[in-house]
């Protein structure tokens, strides 16, 4: 088999070109313009060049491929056409290539195959046709190569790719514009000529040319035409003109932007005067060069329909410069920074999607893997029509109807629930028939004891439902059917066990088909709990069914909660309630898993993930074990324990505290914890103390307890007042440090906002009293306990009391007297009650203050004291007597726990670091260049002299504000300083607000005990007041610039 030549036709004279372009889209035909002369052997024959020339002109429409033409016939002279394949295998084409010069890619020299007389091979059959010939070369796609496309081919855009578009760049160039068609206009006299303007492409050269020309003075006539002042602008632009049509293979440069900043050009156009805008440009051939103008220089291109309204220069710039596109709340919330950078807030060019929620947090491919996998669209509505959305809805609205409990007894009455009793045991039923009927008889059977008597009537229960749990796609339905069958139906709940049901749902809990069906896991294990209890359950149940279940409810492979876990539990129980499955647990060792269950039920499962049924039933239970004799101690523990976890919310401890017996019961633990004092003769039958386990776990449910406010005066009467068991436990526990920091922070707890508790533990404060009050028992203990937690929390309830005391506008004179209505407030003075009570607590007070100062771990406990300083000090200004005005007994406490190792340095830290802008290192300095000259380092006679004036627990007069210095309280004018609790949540705000209290407390000392202070530490105060100060302005500065 041979390959034919391509040949255009079957001529006896044909030429093979060396480009297509001719019959594509470059003009090539020039290649052709001359003939080709074939001779043969004998005589020389001339063709004509008309002849040629249509050949030519067909070859050039004519699609290169295989031609099916037959062979020459036998009139054609075979020397003529031999002499043709001649020329065209040895005369290549080059000259004319040489000829046409172009950038173009020419395809190849085309070879033809040789002739079948040339060919060797005897077998060799020639085509007689191209019918099944393979093609072979061809210039198929040759043009669609970008690459044989010379550059002269590239398109050029006439107007700029990116538009100009400020306003003052885009008038300088309209004007421009302007100078040049009028120029025009006037050379060629009203008649267009095609032109091409090329402009400089140094950047220099063209905002030199872009001043030069566009400020050209512009003349407007009376009836607007418009002239030039000076007529050598057309020479300018001769020089960088030339007519079209550009040369074969040039290049055009590209339009580019004007090399004139925006500022620039608004200084430009400042410079010019308004009345070129007034220039009519209705004249057809100025309105042609100037908008064809326009689109090179600027890029934009102006449409007719606006442009036929235009009639003076002024139109035409109101439609070119057109007002900037509004930006959308997005971009302008993002380019001007409205909000502040928040982690955790992401702003949205677009309404935020269900989509994009579910890809926020990960879930959108696993979504998008369901919906494929069931073959629903995963975006809008996949092609489904309104037929098919209203099929849908009636399938959906019958279903439904089905588990209405009003069709129920009409679907049994019908005949319908017999009908599908009757076709189910067909094995031939297509699975989804086999569903809504498992659907029909589930839901009819719910609360329904006819349909559950048709059902169990038909024996299809046992014989035939129970195969379809070994489908996985029916096994959901089939327990569903079951699960409403054996509810509160004896008569179902025997057949299903009778017929092995048991057996075949352990086996699917035991085995792998469970994690195929773990939702259906809570409703088998209520399938076995009903059917547990029949008498054929030990004979046909699988002995080793408790120890399976079991395992599963301990196994961590399956999330089970505690309802399951519960179920499971309780059917097991209920199986090994029979000895023939407790042998076989024995047998088959599998105790450990009984004693695992049991940790589990225990220890697996938090109390609040359980119902409220459960939960309250849970508390009576747990009640009346806090009420057992001593001797089940362990009991008592456990409701301690539970009823601490179960009393995690206000709600919840606030009814606990209020239930019958509960106060009660732990007030007797704690009493019980108690050691008779040596001198009480023992009783005949001495109670067991409790154990520390108890005590402290009664201890912990009572702190639980004592959070919400509605509970702690409840909880104060029965443990602050006389005789109450908490106080004997701070000082009997100290071999048990636990329990003795559980009782004191239980204490704490109790103090925190409650004046009535507050004045339990005040009570007893005058000095002829022998008795001392529960504070100073605490005040007293501190020093000598080893445990810095226990003294630290002693620390922070001597702080509850004396807040509960200066938040009050009497200075707490009302809490500190007796609540007794029979007691005269007349009797007492307000001030001799709050003195009194600080001559007798006072150096306990202090010392506990002082050293929640100094301490470095707890920021927020620091700050409660410096808070609490900063109220004590301030003199009472609301009281009328003007000479108890001249009494501060906070203020003397404040002096005294200024007076304490380190408490000036630690004050003074704080008033530095407040500003938070300095580092560690940068604070210690300002720190030290303050208390260098503290009474830190004060001489021992000046102490001596110090404690002489005013020894400890003596309340020395101050002078009042008004007798200050006023040097020091100038420093503090205008900044509005008050006592302000902080927020611990908040670290920023929490040091600019012990700042601020700090600088009360130093201000209130420097005013009212100037006289009391030694030299260098007023110094030292008055230095600390002024770089507060100064920071406390710089930072308000800071904040409202």
Known sequence: MRRLPRLG????????????????????????????????ATQPHSVPRQRHQVWANRFQTQRRCLSSAPPPPASTPEKAVDGALDVLAEAPIAAAEAQTATD??????????????????????????????????????????PAHWGPSKNYVGFGLQEKVMDSALLQVLARKALVEAIALKDKFESKIKNYRRVDPTPAEFRKAELIRISSKEILVAEDGSPTLAQHDVYKALKALSHRLPVAEGEVLPKPVGPAMTPEEAKELLESWDRNWKAASIENPVLRFYLVKRIQRLTGHVIPDAKLVGVKHMGGLLSVLVRPPKALKLAELITTKSLLPTLPNVKIYPRRVTPVDKEKMVGRWKLIQKELQERGLPVVGTGGYGAAVEKKWKIRIHVLTAWSLASWRVPIGDSGLLDLFLAVIPDAGLPPLLKKHTLRLLGNSAADCDENRARVVESGQLGSTLIRFLQDDFLLPFAVLVFLNMCVDCASAQRQASEAGLSRVLVDILSGERLQLCESSLGPMAQVLGLIANQDSEPKVANPATPALILELATSRTYPIDLEDFTELCTVALVYLTYEQFQQALVESR???????????????FDAGDADQDVKDQLKQTFTSWLGTPASLSHLQTAACLSLGNLSRSDEASTALARADGVVDSLAAILSR???????????????????PQLTHAALGFLKNLAIPPANKALLGSRLLASPGPLRALWTTTTAQPQVQFAA???????????????????????PNDTNTSSLQTLTELRPHLDAEPTRIEIARAVCAVCRALHSSSDGGAAILLPADANTSRQDVPDDDAVTNFY?????????????????????????EAVFVLALMSRTNTNNTNNQSQSKNPGGQ??????????????LATVVVGGGGDGTDGEVEKEVDAIVLQDDDDVSAGEEEEEQQQSTPGTVTPATTLANANPATGGLVDGLGLEPQQADPKQAAGLARVDQENALVLVAEILGSFADQLPPSRMATLEKMLSKGSELVRNNRKQVHA
């Open 9 to 40: 036709s079957s001529a006896t004279v044909a030429a093979l070109p060396t480009s297509s372009t001719a019959c594509l889209r470059t003009p090539a035909a020039s290649l052709f313009k001359c003939g080709i002369a074939l001779t043969s």
């Open 104 to 145: 173009l890619t020419i395809p190849r020299k085309q070879r033809t195959v040789p002739r079948p007389a040339d060919i060797p091979d005897a077998e060799y059959v020639p085509a007689g046709s191209g019918l099944d010939l393979e093609e072979v070369g061809g210039l198929e796609g040759w043009w669609d190569n």
């Open 590 to 604: 599998k105790l450990e898993v009984l004693q695992q269950a049991f940790d589990d039920s225990c220890t697996r």
């Open 673 to 691: 914890a108690v050691p008779p004092p040596p001198q009480q003769q023992p009783s005949s039958t001495p109670r067991p103390p409790p154990s």
């Open 744 to 766: 004191v922070s239980l204490a704490r707890l109790l103090l925190v906002n409650c004046t009535d508790n507050v004045r339990l533990v005040c009570s007893t404060t005058t």
């Open 839 to 863: 001559t007798v607590h006072g150096t306990g007070i202090a010392s506990a203050l002082a050293s929640l100062l100094t301490q470095t771990r707890f920021e927020a406990v620091r700050s």
């Open 893 to 906: 406490i404040a002096l005294q726990v200024l007076a304490a190792a380190g408490v000036v340095r630690a």
